[in-house]
């Protein structure tokens, strides 16, 4: 369980339900004001260094941006939600991107506020919207800490209109488990073979917690996908996700094997990535390959063209060998 080393907290959050319950949950916790949870001046001035330990603090705020992105994959619009930034450090993590800023995981405390916003654009839309309300966080692990989820299912599941979905690498799902969600909540589970999580998603869940927790959300009643994601083209990635994918076939229930669809996608990196890891992972694995990778534009790379057809044969190939009836939505 996560315990914050420190809590900086935007004075208005004292007005909101969940702003007074957080601060009373970490009573004991070291608390600093702050003007603006996008500007906290100690922590912009930290090295990449110190990285792991900027994220043992907590940042209590409220979101004042609600713009919607239009998306095309699962959903149709990616929402600014409760939480940005996460206490896991994946390598690849694209959260990362402006470190000092957003890495670390802040909490918005005005949630009536933003599922208003998204129950009253899911009922004026002509047709069933989704809304992606993890696109810069994770849910599950930050129900563990504010209970948003539940709240969120709660409020939501018996409104008229509209989805929600959200990916996650966590597997505490329980609290999940018993709540009328009435099929409108997706949740894809984001997997990689146990040794990548090992290596790379430092502080996720292991890759068996996942699998069950798969299991146990579909035995509830969710609608769910696989994320394999980010593919990472180790040296002997065949082996590794030729493993993952038969690992599935045999722990999946056979109700998950059903209907799951599935997202694979391979990893983007940056040069940015690259900097921070090297000073605040010295002995983690360098996921930056040049011979692999070639640059995409803004410091950022990707897996060379050859390779990502490779990959993509790959996977269609185990795909309809493991699980020849569930649908692919995309591999990018
Ligand atoms: S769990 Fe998700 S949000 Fe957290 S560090 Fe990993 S990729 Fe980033």
Redesign the pocket.
């Known amino acids: 369980m996560f315990k914050p080393q420190a809590i900086y907290y935007e004075k208005d959050i004292l007005t909101y339900p969940l702003g007074k319950e957080l601060m009373q949950k970490y009573e004991e916790v070291p608390k600093f004001e702050i003007e603006n949870h996008n500007n906290i001046e100690e922590m912009r001035k930290k090295e990449n260094a110190e990285f792991p330990f900027l994220k043992r603090n907590l940042i209590i705020g409220t979101r004042k941006t609600h713009k919607y992105v239009e998306n095309h994959k699962v959903s149709d619009y990616l929402v600014p939600y409760t939480s940005s ?6 390598l ?5 991107c402006n470190y000092n800023k957003c ?1 670390y995981l802040r909490l918005f405390v005005n949630r009536e506020q933003m599922l208003e916003k998204i129950i009253k654009t899911a009922e004026k839309a002509d047709k069933e919207l989704t809304f992606e309300i993890g696109s ?3 849910l599950i ?1 930050e129900n563990t800490i504010t209970g948003n989820l539940v709240w969120t299912i709660e409020n939501f599941s018996h409104t008229t209109q509209g989805k929600l979905t959200f ?4 597997d505490m799902v329980d609290d999940l488990l018993p709540l009328d969600h009435q099929g409108k909540v997706i949740v894809r589970m ?1 997997v990689n073979p146990q040794e990548i999580i090992q290596k790379v ?4 869940s292991r890759l068996a917690g996942r699998i069950q927790a798969i299991n146990k959300l579909k035995q509830a009643g969710y609608p769910l996908g696989i994320l394999i994601a980010p593919v990472i083209f180790v040296d002997n990635w065949k082996e590794l996700y030729g493993e993952l994918i038969q690992t599935l076939a045999e722990k999946l229930s056979e109700e998950v094997k059903k209907d799951v669809f599935f997202e694979i996608i391979f990893m983007t990196y940056s040069y940015i990535h690259t900097k921070i890891n090297e000073e605040a992972f010295p002995n983690a694995i360098s996921l930056y390959d040049k011979e692999k990778m070639t640059g995409r534009g803004r410091g950022k790379y990707w897996y060379k063209e050859q390779l990502r057809k490779e990959g993509e044969i790959f996977f269609r190939e185990k795909m309809k060998q493991y699980f020849p009836e569930n649908q692919i939505l995309y591999i990018v």
């Open positions: 930034g996460c206490t896991a450090s994946c690849y993590c694209y959260l990362v890495a810069n966080s994770d692990l990916p996650t690498k966590f984001s998603e430092f502080g996720t």
